[in-house]
DNA sequence: GAAAATTTCGTGTACGTACACGAAATAAGA
DNA sequence: TCTTATTTCGTGTACGTACACGAAATTTTC
């Protein structure tokens, strides 16, 4: 390829036509003959022609704005981590003729939710990547943008139901299936617990059903002998969790092999290190600063991650090529890879993490 | 951020100079007074300007050119991933002012790698990249390119003692050592055996050695008795393979864990399916659609693979930003992940295997 | 067949940055 | 002080595309 490029020009030039005549059929748009759209068209095709894309994102004068529905997180938790991928994302926008916004609402709170809808409502923008919560909310907020033709795309987990762009996220009942398969692949143990984390408003959290289904569909497909144990813990009493781990071990002390669906293992991995306990087989989810400390010091033994940083860049992608150029991406649902870390590959990760 | 974008009009006004001088200033280019920078630094400073990307790389006429230097690959070998790479990121560069191009050399032959470098010099690109099999060829070449302020940068695996840019790529001691932590993890064997894989050139593999060290490393750390049978096999010699495995499992018949540090962990495969042996834990190592297929079947366990796709898009913009605006990478050498793919996660796995 | 309506097209300007060219200002030399 | 170097700066054009405006060509209307 030591041609020069080609342009518009080169273009207009073969086909006899102007800038503006080419332009146009570039665009779909109306008023040209067409005679001459097919000259254009053929010129295009012999020379090969590919947009610039600097010199169209640069002509295109417009500004687009993306903004990011999302919970609000405290430090360390799950959403930590999507909201760093949010700044990151950000960052690469920077220089670009796109800016990413970012609002935020209590996970525990509908009214918070339609809240914040209203503000997003109040001062729209372009496009919108939302994080969804409230399934029946969600679809109402598809139906709104699609009627102002904003495109919606989903990450982390989404609502079939709505009307959106594209979904970016794990699957998640698969990713319950890789647990159970890690966990107890190899030598199935007679019984198991699963601490579940009580979530603070006692909302139906779907994703997580979800994984758990795919947990224990490999297990009725596998292990139908398999006793799962399920005690109940919570996000914030280190007390009560511990009271309750105690009495469970003390109660079962042959059971080595523990999973959680959340991202909260490290409150597991704090109460095993805490009580020095050996030998356990402990899996996990959600790559958080704590729950890397806990596989590299050996106390969890899988960690199973997805990432967060890549969804929301494929997201942001297919919103600004979208806008830009009106293209709709090539898979509306993209499941995208669960990780699996260990105390050996885990350093490796870091980038993942580190907002980078 | 309601306020539009500043652009160096904006900063030239404020600063009471024209545009020329910020430009200037901008690129460290001479002929300007101290007092003037100083002036032209501080409304850039207290604007919060930002380059226009767009509007930058269009005026630069420049057009960049790099070349990839690689052994050459047959359909379904290692190289082809790597192929594949490039020519994805070569579609990514389209449209911008980057071109990337592809040499290829015979792995096997020096004499071939030292005809590619010629070309490569007779032709000199704007930037390199190179996946480096011939360590002292290679310093050679990282001087001539030094000298000719051409960057380099390696991926794959990399030779330290050269001048390059950047290294994108796994640690291979530690890929071997995360091989053993999962083979022989959960409930080690008495004796597995290597299948060697001789290469057809008979030259030091130097990122395969270090991987069997990685692995060997681990065994003598944590289970000094175990016995590593080591067989050798050829890349392109089914009937002899099979007569090698035959007789080694006619007289090793409690064998049952099977290690191989190349890509070519499917020719083991076919073995095991041909023969129909079961309960056999075999891990391999990087994601040739053979090897996809193995472990979807079940016959391979794991396959540990790297991100090809994601180490070259590194390589290309590590190159391109060095071009455009003189940036350094912020590491030298990068470390990328190694991911574990079982049965259970690969399916997701497809985009980096898919030119996509 | 001329005027009006409509379709079809070409020209010009803008986007923000890069860089060449030469003008203005300053310094050096006589 | 006037000329000649040298430093310092402003202006203009280009990059390739987008789009508005209006001119030319074509069709419609009476």
Chains 1, 2 share one sequence.
Not at 81 to 100: F, H, K, M, P, T
Not at 147 to 172: N, Q, R
Not at 179 to 204: K, T
Request: glycine share 6%; net charge negative.
């Amino acid at each position: 390829m030591q041609t020069k490029k080609v342009t518009v020009k080169d273009i207009a030039r073969l086909s006899g036509l102007s800038i503006g005549t080419v332009d146009r059929v570039m665009h779909n748009r109306s008023g040209v003959a067409e005679e001459s759209r097919r000259k254009v068209m053929e010129a295009m095709e012999s020379l090969g022609y590919t947009l610039n894309t600097n010199a169209s994102l640069l002509a295109n004068k417009k500004h687009y704005r993306i903004c990011c529905l999302l919970p609000s997180f405290e430090s360390g938790d799950y959403w930590e981590l999507v909201y760093n991928a949010v700044a990151s994302a950000q960052r690469d926008a920077e220089g670009y003729n796109l800016s990413i916004e970012t609002l935020t609402y209590n996970q525990f709170s509908r009214e918070e939710f339609i809240e914040a809808v209203e503000r997003l409502k109040a001062d729209l923008p372009q496009a919108v990547i939302v994080a969804p919560i409230y399934r029946n909310d969600t679809i109402e907020l598809g139906h709104y943008l699609k009627e102002k033709g904003v495109p919606m795309v989903f990450i982390d987990s989404k609502v079939s139901e709505a009307d959106y762009l594209a979904y970016y996220g794990i699957p998640m009942w698969e990713s319950g299936y890789l647990a159970a398969s890690l966990l107890l692949g190899d030598e199935p143990p007679q019984s198991i617990v699963n601490f579940r984390i009580e979530r603070g408003g006692g909302i139906a959290d779907n994703p997580t059903l979800a994984r758990r289904h795919g947990f224990t569909d490999y297990v009725s497909e596998n292990l139908p002998e398999l006793r799962i144990y399920n005690e109940f813990l919570r996000p914030h009493d280190r007390e009560h969790n511990f009271a309750v781990m105690d009495k469970f071990f003390a109660a079962h002390p042959d059971i080595r092999h523990i999973v959680t669906f959340n991202s909260r293992v490290h409150l597991i991995a704090d109460y095993i290190t805490t009580r020095g306990l050996k030998g356990m087989s402990v899996l996990g989810f959600d790559i958080l600063g704590q729950n890397i400390k806990a596989v590299q010091e050996g106390v969890v033994k899988y960690l199973i991650v997805q990432r967060t940083q890549v969804q929301l860049r494929r997201g942001v992608n297919a919103l600004a090529e979208w806008l830009a150029f009106g293209t709709i991406p090539p898979l509306k649902d993209n499941y995208m890879p669960m990780d699996i870390l260990v105390k050996e590959n885990i350093n490796f990760y870091s980038e993942l993490y580190k907002d980078n």
